[in-house]
């Protein structure tokens, strides 16, 4: 379980800390020209999407972070799991169903993954 748990975690944070650098770098995102669906959400309150890179880089942080202190069994991992979980949702289409996946997970196998 915390093996399924590690791999989307990688996916997700492991995106969105690339991403990240990459529009700092490139001025756009990985992918199509077209953002994906989260973009909506940021352009509707008038946020320019290509200032974001640093945001993406602290958010693949931080789940770094959370694998970190749930391979190492740290005391605030489960907490911080359920918060980051929930801080990705935005994240559409496959940021928020790894994430609902994640939480999902932790909630219902916290005893058995140890946190």
Do not use: E, H
């Not at 994640?102 to 946190?115: A, E």
């Amino acid at each position: 379980m915390k093996i399924l748990i590690t791999i989307l975690g990688i996916l997700n944070g492991g995106y969105m800390l690339l991403d990240g650098i990459y529009v700092l770098m490139r001025g756009k995102y990985i992918g199509p020209k077209k953002n994906g669906v989260w973009s909506i959400i940021f352009q509707k309150l008038n946020i320019d999407v290509f200032k974001l890179g640093p945001f993406f880089i602290l958010f693949g942080l931080l789940w770094f972070s959370w694998l970190f202190g749930l391979w190492t069994n740290q005391q605030w991992t489960f907490t911080f799991g359920i918060a980051i979980c929930i801080m990705t949702l935005w994240y559409l289409p496959i940021g928020t169903f790894f994430s609902l996946i994640i939480l999902s997970l932790i909630i219902f196998f916290r005893k058995k993954i140890g946190i």
